[in-house]
């Protein structure tokens, strides 16, 4: 990944490489293995004892540890996130007392959501099949989020003849297939086709419409019908910037003054601990 970064040399993150050693005694700031710092199944369990011996390792004679943890697990449960930030002091292997702190960071490693819509409206494939959710209503609400990218009418297609091929081996035996220019075979067609209706079109004003399916996108996603068919009236039928009505609506922006407190008595009630600490010069008199 780091060569690849280092081939774009016009930019400046293509400099990396030049910042980095494998000689762990010049460098104060390492990369460690994964899982070192602590594991996230089934909630997250900092291992404060591997960051002290992997530090004495290096016979640096380390104070203070500060480990990070990026992980798309950061936020899972409350637990992980009431103990993001996991601060002990561990005796080390000479008796010294070394502090050690290890945060989660919410990271994923997937695209941005924007880009995650781009690639499937890209592909347009019959199915998008969520792999991380937390229940079933999660994944319905995740597959709402992609289903007006999906090429349905190629997905009921699909489902259709998967009927038909179930009804031609009922009682174990295969019926015979008509051939081509037979009235059976044009029949079969007709009934294949007839069986994939348009959506249903609904008037918005403005010479504007949207379907059936436009309004399930939305609903699948936890809103409303009256909200929903509001909303994409708004918008001209656009289901993307209906979302965004919607969401600004349960959570409408606030004010620069209220949200300055909100930030000031937040940083208040926060330890006075924190990572800029670790790296402050200590003063004369400590």
Same mark, same amino acid.
Request: aromatic content about 2%; charged content about 30%.
């Given at each position: 990944m780091l060569e690849c970064i280092q081939a774009h040399e016009e930019h400046v993150s293509s400099q990396i490489l030049t910042k980095c050693?494998?000689?762990?005694?010049?460098?104060?700031?390492?990369?460690?293995?994964?899982?070192?710092?602590?594991?996230?199944?089934?909630f997250f369990q900092p291992n404060h004892r591997a960051c002290v011996d992997y530090a004495e390792r290096l016979d640096k004679h380390y104070d203070e540890i500060v480990a990070f943890l990026p992980t798309g697990w950061a936020d899972s449960s409350n637990w992980n996130k009431k103990n993001a930030i996991s601060r002990k002091t561990i005796k080390g292997n000479n008796d010294k007392q070394v502090t050690v702190e290890i945060r989660l960071v919410a990271y994923s490693e997937h695209s941005a959501f924007p880009e995650l819509c781009s690639f499937v409206e890209f592909l347009r494939p019959r199915q998008v099949v969520p792999t991380v959710f937390s229940d079933e209503n999660d994944k319905r609400k995740m597959e709402g989020y992609f289903r007006m990218y999906i090429d349905s009418s190629r997905a009921k297609q699909r489902f259709f003849q998967s009927m038909k091929s179930s009804s031609?081996?009922?009682?174990?035996?295969? #019926?015979?297939?008509? #051939?081509?220019?037979?009235?059976?075979?044009?029949?079969?067609?007709?009934?294949?086709?007839?069986?994939?209706?348009?959506?249903?079109?609904? #008037?918005?004003g403005n010479d504007a419409t949207c379907d059936d399916e436009q309004v399930a996108t939305l609903l699948s996603m936890g809103f409303n019908v009256d909200s929903a068919r509001n909303a994409l009236q708004t918008c001209g039928g656009n289901v993307q910037d209906a979302l965004d009505i919607l969401l600004k609506q349960q959570h409408p922006p606030v004010e620069k003054g209220k949200q300055d407190k909100k930030e000031a008595a937040k940083s208040s009630k926060s330890s006075p601990t924190t990572i800029k600490a670790f790296f402050s010069p200590k003063s004369k008199d400590s």
């Open positions: 050693t494998m000689d762990e005694s010049q460098s104060d700031v390492h990369v460690i293995p994964m899982g070192m710092a602590g594991e996230m199944w089934p031609d081996n009922v009682g174990g035996e295969e #019926k015979p297939r008509a #051939k081509k220019g037979d009235a059976s075979s044009q029949m079969n067609s007709v009934e294949t086709t007839t069986c994939l209706p348009e959506p249903k079109k609904q #008037k918005l």
